[in-house]
Nanobody, 123 residues
Framework: QVQLVESGGGLVQAGGSLRLSCAASGRAFSNYGMGWFRQAPGKEREFVTGIKWSGGSTTYADSVKGRFSISRANALNTVYLQMNSLKPEDTAVYYC????????????????WGQGTQVTVSS
């Protein structure tokens, strides 16, 4: 059974940093892409960033380019989201997701989702 477990969320002041982790288990992910999405209250789910598990190619939403960085630790089956220069508009529940042979911004392609972790950025 595939499980994705996010951690690392919390409350931070604007301009601060957080690192989210997503621990994946239950299958081999070498043919998968991993994505981070977020959803703020009253808003639609939004793509943040994605990474190809094999090779490490990445893609980012324009809103986070230059501030957020995605990476993976293959030996640990873990994906990270380093978030710097956080803004109040980054406040949302952040979700990790896995998709076979895909790491783009279309959430419908993702097969597995974590439970989410709350990130709150105060002004």
């Amino acid at each position: 059974q595939v499980q994705l477990v996010e951690s690392g969320g919390g409350l931070v002041q604007a301009g601060g940093s957080l690192r989210l982790s997503c621990a994946a288990s239950g299958r081999a992910f070498s043919n998968y892409g991993m994505g981070w999405f977020r959803q703020a209250p009253g808003k639609e789910r939004e793509f943040v960033t994605g990474i190809k598990w094999s090779g490490g190619s990445t893609t980012y939403a324009d809103s986070v380019k230059g501030r957020f960085s995605i990476s993976r630790a293959n030996a640990l089956n873990t994906v990270y989201l380093q978030m710097n220069s956080l803004k109040p508009e980054d406040t949302a529940v952040y979700y990790c997701a896995a998709a076979r042979n895909y790491y783009g911004n279309a959430w419908g392609y993702y097969d597995y989702w974590g439970q989410g972790t709350q990130v709150t950025v105060s002004s």
